[in-house]
């Protein structure tokens, strides 16, 4: 049974609730097919589905839906049944969900949940959105140093259904300041009388609450970590962020950053679903400011008037040349943030890059000087040719150099590199392009008044 | 101690080699940080330092390399000690070290390994790259359907120090036919006495050998797994991937989409590390198509060369208004692309964001057009105000659907959506806007000799 299959079924199922024929058609299905097949649904008829679910079947549905579409549903619930399935989310994902719920909503479900588990919501929505904070989880497992791999493989084993992972855990004092982690792995293979000072590992890899979540989400990878561990200001443990959340994390900045590099400010919700006047929102600033950078090119060729009105043949080399200088320069932007992003490449690097990009944007000139300054002699004579071939290499060259160096310079100041997205380049490179060839054009016709 | 210093007493013990000294420093490091640290080392200075180390450390060591600098590194090595090496790494990393070594490097290594462990990376080394069967491994854990848990968890723990993950198990017929799968969490929280049987899940999410890397990664991110087994053609198990495997091949296309969104091709290489000749070969194919595709623009303007030499002043909105039409086709394509790579978008969405987009860019076009013309009235009064909007309302439709539309179009084709980069829509865009502008403005000045 495909997806579609699945999808016709589930309608069916929201004219006539059948409990057990719902179960039925997920007894082999993943419970993540089962968020999917409802996408489009409405969220009065998902929650009729999902009503028909076990409380923890319908948690873990819900787990797989996107935030918004969450709340959506959670508005349409009665208030006894999302105080319960509120009760039975992980811990991350309630605190997400509670930021989105109305202030009425709220009342509703809090009283549902033991005073710690309330604070503990309280906490986690407290943090701002994309920081290690946001994306941390509360239900990890401790242990305590002096405990033997018996004890502890006991204690594991009793709290395991309220964790998120039991794979890595966590060695901490009485005040929760963090001393250690080990695998279960570790644990497993280790002696039930060793104790867990003795194995565990205690120089342990771990990030500040406030930290960013791209950078929390490349220290996972970078360390090949099922878990990270979160401290706050005091060096004491305060949640852990796993593998999959950093793994969406990682999706979600390079979202954002594909967004940027065509100059469309970060969506912050999915594409498909984001509402018209937010989208326009999201893409008349740039388009504007652009705009008025265009005006630059637009005010240099004015200033050359003259000569194109003298020679208005001109004009066809213009799109040409300054179309190549930004093409360039938004190749050398493009590698640049990207491998300023997955961290390859640092601050440090950049005199040495710059003395590459040179080698390589001359080549790249001269190549293109060499295409077009044919078809230059061909419409007007060995000085056109010349005038041409001239300004792409001085194009290119300038162009690579500025998208080179604006992501860096972006940096520096503490804007987002990808602000340095490839409309913004070509903008940039088309005024000075413009200027470069116009202004060498002038320089070689006013000396001699060819036939051009 | 941050890593420059790290780096520091590195460098004093490769001039020094002192094994106790080495061990001492990386007692509280991770010890991806000595790869890092060493990242800039010659291949030989490489090899002394990781020479200090254990087997199984120097293994760990070479797991955070990339495959570019281990071949350099195994390059420099004695041929017995690679031999040892390689015998000590994880199925997956030998396999694809196997695939960047010399033949006689091969000769070299294969004698070391057990006659199982030859056919394996040979099996593993012939998937080609970029697909499941090149990103899976081989140590994994399985057990039978009829075993008891307590029999399972005896078997596993035995098995653990050479699989890669024992907290996602396998359930296998003798002839390896994948019948369900369960977790370490569900064996632990088990009666000893149960089966496997009982237990298991029995609709396994899996992968086909052949799959496509970004796929294989989106299913993983998609289901929250710790690994997805991977299929052959018979249906019978041949490995699994990680998720840290998973995340890689996450970041590394991502990478790709970034680059050839700005007409690159794909580098296929750290842009730090590439040669100059191969980042030059990477970027001037498109370079060249971009030219020839900016001839019709070109030509555009040389067929209404008789209307802007009667009005120069034509000129000067012509970047602005072809510019914008580039920046809307930009902002669409980016948004699309993204949207298909992570599936949030499908084929069928087409038309109804084909809607969307017409309202949306038409409200862009419209915002844009008003800004424009009171600069427009301001420089050459109302003809040119009208002139201007109105072109700059169709070149920003234009442009945003052609950005919409080409993804589409080329994911038909069957051709990668994200080739339908910035730089190649603006292309096209700039010779549609040229033609509208330009004809545009011929038809209203031709009828009205106006001053302008």
């Known amino acids: 049974m495909d997806q579609a299959e699945l999808r016709t079924h589930l309608v069916n199922l929201v004219a006539e609730p059948d409990k057990h024929q719902l179960r039925a058609l997920l007894a ?23 009503d028909l679910l076990t ?8 787990s797989y839906m996107s935030e918004e579409r969450q709340a959506m549903i959670a508005a349409v619930m009665p208030r006894n049944d999302l105080a319960a399935l509120f009760s039975q989310m992980e811990s991350d994902e309630r605190a997400d969900l509670f930021n989105r719920l109305t202030e009425e909503q709220r009342h509703a479900v809090l009283p549902g949940l033991a005073q710690a588990e309330r604070e503990d919501v309280r906490r986690l929505a407290s943090y701002p959105e994309k920081t290690a904070g946001a994306l941390m989880t509360s239900d990890y497992a401790t242990l305590r140093a002096h405990w033997t791999v018996k004890k502890a493989l ?12 039991i794979y890595q855990v966590y060695v901490v004092d009485k005040d929760r300041t963090l001393r250690g982690t080990l695998s ?28 960013d979540q791209e950078k929390v989400a490349e220290i996972v990878r970078h360390y090949d970590l099922l878990a990270v561990p979160v401290l706050d200001a005091e060096q004491k443990l305060v949640g852990i962020i796993t593998y999959d959340d950093a793994m969406d994390a990682f ?84 590698l640049m943030i990207r491998a300023l992003a997955t961290g390859e490449v640092q601050m440090r690097d950049w005199l040495g890059l710059l003395g590459r990009e040179i080698i390589v944007a001359g080549a790249l000139g001269l190549t293109l000087a060499l ?22 290499v001085c194009v290119v060259l300038t162009g690579s150099l500025i998208g080179l160096c604006l992501p860096f310079v972006l940096s520096k100041i503490k804007l987002d590199p990808a602000t340095a997205s490839g409309p913004l380049v070509t903008t940039i490179v088309d005024a000075t392009g413009v200027i470069i060839y116009l202004g060498f054009a002038q320089l070689v016709l006013s000396g001699s008044h060819s036939l051009f």
Chains 1, 2 share one sequence.
Do not use: C
């Open 55 to 62: 409380l923890h079947d319908h948690a873990e549905a819900f």
């Open 371 to 392: 295409a077009v300054s044919a078809l230059g002699w061909l419409r007007g004579g060995p000085e056109v040719a010349v005038i041409v071939a001239a300004a792409m």
């Open 251 to 334: 999706v979600e900045e390079a979202t954002e950053d594909a967004q940027k590099s065509a100059s469309v400010a970060a969506l912050g919700s999915s594409f498909k679903n984001i509402g018209l006047g937010q989208l326009y929102l999201k893409r008349i600033g740039w388009l504007l400011m652009l705009v008025f950078g265009a005006l630059f090119s637009g005010a240099g060729i004015a200033f050359f008037e003259d000569i194109i009105a003298q020679q208005v043949a001109l004009v066809f080399f213009l799109p040409l040349l300054v179309g190549s200088g930004g093409n360039a320069g938004s190749q050398a932007a493009a």
């Open 154 to 165: 006991l204690r594991i084993r009793l709290e395991a259904p309220d964790k998120e992972t």
């Open 28 to 50: 082999h299905r993943h419970i993540a097919d089962l968020s999917d097949a409802m996408m489009d649904f409405s969220p009065k008829e998902a929650a009729v589905l999902l």
């Open 184 to 211: 279960l792995k570790q644990l497993i293979l280790a002696r039930p009388d060793a104790t867990i000072a003795e194995l565990m590992l205690t120089d342990v890899v771990s990030v500040a609450v406030d930290e």
